[in-house]
């Protein structure tokens, strides 16, 4: 595997030809690990949503533990993504609390994006975890953009310092988009549906606002495409990048 990535450091190089190169590869050459754990496990980072190319909003972070679940220092974590992705730092060792953070950058294709972080253990195994992000196109960008002026007072339980949660005021909860569960039963007809006429187009509550007059057709289909990509479970196993080791 070593010899793998040396491999694509030299053809990199060739192929680019620039100063990043010599960086890249003095990057490249693996921390030496003072410590080995059993598992790789996720503190934070997984399941974000993002713009195809750009950085994700939190970075990811990892712990290492031992076969007793206490937290490793000094092991070394790799991490993998599709073709695209990028790590800041792409390896390091875990700190004194056993956790290595890293800063990802998403490639420029949308879609569910499999990460992957990865430890050896004492006897020489490789042990990963993987991690799931969204990178969104241009549509499902617009479609989030779309969901944070109009939707998400009332559909996300969340306050943020711009937005007051409008969610624990209402008679009748909504889902918050990312509730596969729900939303995934709902045609793309009774989707355009109820965001076009209101909730009592589906015989839901009128506390669900009729957005017809407000949005075009095309924002409430670039809403409908955000939705889709981001409900968890998937909407589609479809569209799922996965990373390469
Ligand atoms: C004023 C609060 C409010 C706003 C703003 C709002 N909704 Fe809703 N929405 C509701 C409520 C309440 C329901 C649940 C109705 C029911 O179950 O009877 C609902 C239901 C829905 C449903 C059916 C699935 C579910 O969550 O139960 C969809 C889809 C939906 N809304 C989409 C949207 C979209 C898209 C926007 C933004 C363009 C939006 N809503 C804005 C209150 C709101």
Same mark, same amino acid.
């Given at each position: 595997?070593?010899?793998? #990535? =040396?491999? $694509? %450091? ?8 620039? +100063?990043?190169?010599?960086? &890249? ?77 890293? #800063? =990802?950058? $998403? %490639? ?8 992957? +972080?990865?430890?050896?253990? &004492? ?123």
């Amino acid at each position: 595997m070593k010899k793998k #990535n =040396v491999a $694509l %450091g030299l053809w990199l190089c060739a192929a680019l030809m620039s +100063a990043g190169c010599a960086r &890249k590869n003095a990057q490249s050459a693996s921390p030496v690990a003072s410590g080995f754990g059993a598992a790789v496990v996720e503190s934070s980072g997984g399941k974000q949503i993002a713009t195809a190319g750009t950085t994700l909003p939190q970075p990811l972070v990892v712990q290492v533990n031992d076969e007793q679940g206490a937290a490793v220092a000094g092991a070394l974590v790799q991490f993998y993504g599709p073709a695209g992705t990028s790590f800041d730092p792409p390896q390091m060792l875990t700190d004194s609390s056993g956790q290595a953070t890293t #800063n =990802v950058m $998403l %490639g420029s294709m949308a879609g569910r994006y499999q990460l992957m +972080a990865t430890t050896l253990t &004492k006897a020489h195994k490789t042990v990963d975890l993987k991690m799931e992000e969204i990178a969104l196109d241009y549509q499902r960008a617009w479609g989030q953009t779309l969901d944070d002026k109009y939707c998400s007072r009332c559909h996300s339980p969340e306050s943020t310092p711009e937005r007051v949660s409008n969610y624990d005021n209402l008679a009748v909860k909504p889902h918050p988009f990312t509730e596969g569960d729900t939303l995934n039963k709902i045609s793309d007809a009774d989707l355009l549906a109820i965001i076009s006429h209101g909730g009592p187009a589906l015989n839901k509550s009128p506390l669900m606002p009729p957005y017809g007059y407000t949005l075009s057709k095309a924002e409430m289909q670039a809403l409908i495409a955000y939705i889709r990509t981001i409900s968890d479970p998937p909407y589609q196993t479809s569209g799922m990048v996965y990373a390469k080791k």
